[in-house]
């Protein structure tokens, strides 16, 4: 049977539910829940909608109560988190959508963006498989560093300023960031909780990012030349500095091994930070390695781009989409934003 209030499996002659607590009687029991289609993707957040705190699914398989640590304390399977495919569009030029993917059970990813005016933030964390609670970590990473980044003064000065101001502050929301995925879980676990860090902040034509790890940014004008703004912590960055050719680097096993990211045992979280000034109109784009495992390369990243639909959170989809077309074979994010129009 299962319980009328949060749906949990429940015996027949339970008086409470184990899981939330409801008083049941066997009136208010109901017949056990159809399977569900564990391949269809849960659009969670309606736009502008996005909750302060993750949701606490039930376990998708049994409907059982999911312990602290993901797995569920009935049948152990992974849980899923409720983050199987997010979207959220703040402003009309701005867009995010997180994607599972195709092989994995979880999504790991997260976003944050913000937008008013001609100032947008774009942030972007991506869990480390390997490490306990880590969908939670980059979860609470990007809404940190959203909400400091959203938070801090807006400089009405040169455009140099603004780069030297957004560059601080977004070193702050990199240390604001880890802080919270360090919370996310218990740091006495071998392996605690710990993702990438990507921040990409435009006021007017000023563009600053600022990342730990592999996620990335991309500068994508209308005119001119497409340019990955931001250097991965990595395993393969160190190979292409050595002389390897960039294909050949990020087709070896190892080249997502990370040698930089937010947790309590990060070796350093100095985030690396990058400016440009937008000279016409373009894209900024901000990304998980979900995407750009399939399309690294700026400039192919940039034609792939100019085939999609001009509407921000329809090109962002299309986006994920086509990565889940190559094989989906990570958690794909998405969020971008259109620079530089006149209003």
Known sequence: MTCPGCGAAVAADFAFCENCGATLTPSEASAPAPARDLSARTHMISLHAEPDTPPVPLCAECGGAVGDDGWCTVCGVRASNGREHVTEQPAPTVAAVSDRGRIHRRNEDAFAVAAHGGWTALVVCDGVTTAANSDAAAYAAARAARDLLAAAERPNGSSDERLQHWSLQAKAAALAADEAAAAAGPNDDPSPPSCTFVAAIADGAAIVTANVGDSRAYWLPDDGSAEQLTVDDSWATEQIKAGVPRHVAEADPKAHAITRWLGIDSPGVD?????????????????????WNYCSDAATLQSLLD???SEPLARAEALVEWANQQGGRDNITVTIARIGDSS
Not at 271 to 291: E, K, Y
């Open 271 to 291: 985030a690396t930070t990058a400016t440009t000034i937008a000279t016409g109109p373009g894209w900024l784009l901000v990304c998980s390695d979900g995407l």
């Open 307 to 309: 085939k999609q639909p």
